[in-house]
């Protein structure tokens, strides 16, 4: 049976979340990316806000890799969730940074926006328009 312009619809409006989101997470993520080891440093600093203080480089290097290529798996919908998991708790650590260092809601919230949105993109998933494999958890029509 053909698909209805519901299923249609909900695809296309997942793409396009997909889209923004993941241009957005890009954007972020290619500075701190290319920032180098000093940069990545200091962002893994904030790792201090749970209790971990060692390989701040290392942290700071995987958060700028969790949203520079979650940013391109979330375009894509390749590897979307496991990515989406990894920008979930890098902006979890980010919102905890800001709040621990006082900035208040007004600027944890961008974090906490976005650590929302990626949570929710793992149970959504990358929706039919994605170069993703099919994993079997997608709807099917009978």
């Known amino acids: 049976m053909e698909r209805?312009?519901?299923?249609?619809?909900r695809d296309f409006g997942i793409l396009l979340l997909r889209i923004g989101i993941g241009v957005l997470a890009v954007y972020h993520g290619f500075p701190?990316?290319?920032?180098?080891?000093?940069?990545?440093?200091?962002?893994g600093k904030a790792m201090g806000v749970m209790g971990i203080t060692f390989a701040p480089q290392f942290w700071g290097f995987m958060a700028?890799?969790?949203e520079f290529f979650g940013g391109i798996a979330i375009i894509t919908g390749f590897f979307m969730r496991p990515l989406c998991a990894l920008l979930t708790f890098t902006m979890s650590v980010a919102a905890l940074m800001h709040l621990g260092k006082g900035d208040g809601?007004?600027?944890?919230?961008?974090?906490i926006s976005m650590g929302v949105v990626y949570l929710s993109l793992i149970f959504i998933g990358p929706g039919s328009y994605s170069f993703g494999p099919k994993c079997g958890c997608e709807r099917r029509s009978l």
């Open 105 to 111: 809601l007004q600027v944890a919230s961008y974090a």
């Open 64 to 66: 700028a890799f969790a």
């Open 4 to 9: 209805d312009n519901v299923d249609m619809m």
């Open 32 to 43: 701190k990316l290319m920032g180098g080891p000093q940069a990545w440093a200091g962002l």
